[in-house]
């Protein structure tokens, strides 16, 4: 009888040191991929998000791509925003227990870190990644708040990409219409490729464009001489090189205007003219001025031009004048008076020609003849 209660003892040893091993081949397990974490210090920190499209209770968290927690708790925030993208929706709650390089990983999130949604792969798992803080950020607490981005979705993405795919569809429809017209031979480009009046255009063009290629390398014609006539070609260096000694004595020519020699040089360099130029600009300034003020006056009706212009007496004088000046005109128009009768009297012009003509023979015939008109005595006492 005391056999098996020795068998039944030794099976219980037997089975709590398989258990044994089991549990230390766990908790090494665990050791190794760093998730054993009954001893390290917690760290729990929170961000806002509006959208946790694939993020799920016990997703891995990770400071630009390295391990440093786990997400503890998804909820959504208890007061019901106006927008339902608005980006305080969900609060997300995460225990940061990592080490880098022997120091908590809490110590590398900071006031300025960022947390970001991503996807850890092709299945549609997404994690929270958190990017490291700068000296300009302040330490995290626990319980604090890390500043979220909004990154796109993979339905936002999966919609664009529908948007985007009809677009293209809405594309290809265009196309396959324009490839039927022109298969057709309508339109611009389905009559090029389907007339056969434009490929025979087509052709002699071709065909008068390889004549006119060939004349030319021949030297025929205008453009041939323009190519193969050496003289030409001679007369066009000529003209280079004129050039090149033109622009040589330019920049000498500007050389001397910049050290201030010769009459464009002088003007830009001589200073007495310049003086002298600003004295006489100075000199007009004053003569405009006078002038401005002397017309002025005129219009003001002072000085004789002034009176001239705007004095109504001497308006009416100038007036009466003109008007007695033209009541004498026309009475010698009509021949009135002594004036009038000498311009229109035919009479008196016969008279008058005829005693010039009589005056005219008489001064003759004194010159040829004088004794017949002078009787000269001399006595002597």
Do not use: C, W
């Not at 665990?30 to 760290?43: C, E, M, N, W, Y």
């Not at 961000?47 to 891995?60: P, Q, R, Y």
């Not at 390889?210 to 001489?225: D, H, P, V």
């Not at 066009?236 to 040589?248: G, M």
Request: positive net charge; glycine residues 8%.
């Amino acid at each position: 009888m005391p056999q098996p209660q020795k068998s039944s003892l030794a099976g219980l040893r037997v089975g709590l040191l398989v258990l044994a091993a089991i549990g230390i081949l766990i908790l090494t397990i665990f050791a190794v991929s760093g998730d054993i974490t009954l001893f390290r210090q917690k760290t729990t920190v929170r961000t806002f998000m509006s959208n946790v499209d694939g993020l799920h209770k016990g997703a891995e968290v990770r400071l630009s791509g390295v391990k440093i927690g786990s997400v503890k708790e998804i909820n959504f925030n208890p007061q019901i925003p106006a927008d339902e993208k608005a980006p305080d929706l969900i609060e997300i709650k995460m225990e940061i227990n990592g080490k880098i390089n022997g120091v908590d990983a809490v110590q590398r999130i900071r006031s300025d870190s960022i947390a970001v949604l991503k996807g850890a792969g092709v299945l549609g798992d997404n994690i929270i990644d958190i990017s490291p803080g700068t000296t300009k950020g302040q330490p995290i607490q626990n319980n604090a708040i890390v500043k979220s981005y909004a990154n796109k979705s993979v339905g936002d993405i999966i919609n664009a990409s529908k948007t985007a795919m009809d677009n293209l569809n809405v594309i290809t429809d265009n196309i396959k219409d324009v490839t039927a017209d022109i298969k057709n031979g309508e339109g611009s480009i389905g009559r090029f490729l389907k007339d056969d009046a434009i490929y025979s255009n087509l052709n002699k063009t071709v065909l008068q464009s390889q004549a006119l290629l060939e004349s030319i390398r021949k030297g025929e014609g205008t453009a041939g001489k323009l190519i193969s006539d050496p003289a030409l070609y001679n007369q066009a260096s000529e003209l280079v090189t004129s050039f090149k000694e033109t622009s040589e004595q330019v920049k000498v020519a500007l050389a001397d205007v910049q050290a201030g020699k010769g009459t464009v040089g002088k003007l830009l360099k001589d200073e007495e003219l310049y003086n002298r130029a600003k004295s006489l600009i100075a000199k007009f300034e004053t003569t405009a001025d006078k002038l401005d003020a002397t017309i002025a006056k005129v219009n003001r009706g002072e000085g004789t031009v002034g009176k001239l212009l705007y004095e109504d007496k001497l308006y009416e004088e100038f007036r009466d004048s003109l008007s007695r000046i033209r009541t004498l005109t026309d009475g010698l128009e009509k021949g009135q008076g002594t004036a009038g009768k000498l311009l229109k009297d035919e009479a008196l012009y016969r008279n008058l020609n005829e005693t010039t003509t009589e005056m005219t023979k008489l001064l003759y015939d004194l010159r040829q003849n004088p004794k017949k008109y002078l009787d000269i005595k001399v006595r002597v006492f």
